[in-house]
């Protein structure tokens, strides 16, 4: 199982940007679509973007143009550059390998002024 941990979230004032990286272990990571997830209070967790493994990239429709995730496999890490930051990006976002049990626990985004 691929363990997850990510970073990066704090808060940020609107139109800001911040960029959260998730740092995968384990065995052929580099072989692994990851994806990106976030939940906001009183929401269910939705999901906002995903890479394959060989780099194609799927975003939620709100959010194309703003955020951009990407890999380095070289360091088993994923990011999500998150730009243009609103209050309503506010959530706990978590890294997930689709189609397995693996999530990390979450890093917290707040966007307010």
């Known amino acids: 199982q691929v363990q997850l941990v990510e970073s990066g979230g704090g808060l940020v004032q609107p139109g800001g940007s911040l960029r959260l990286s998730c740092a995968a272990s384990g065995s052929f990571v580099s072989a692994y679509a990851m994806a990106w997830y976030r939940q906001a209070p009183g929401r269910q967790r939705e999901f906002v973007a995903s890479i394959t493994s060989g780099g194609t990239t799927y975003y939620t429709d709100p959010l194309k143009g703003r955020f951009t995730i990407s890999r380095d496999n070289a360091k088993n890490t994923v990011y999500l550059q998150m730009n243009s930051l609103k209050p309503e990006d506010t959530a706990v976002y978590y890294c997930?390998?689709?189609?397995?049990?693996?999530w990390g626990q979450g890093t917290q985004v707040t966007v307010s002024s």
């Open positions: 997930h390998v689709p189609g397995s049990r693996s």
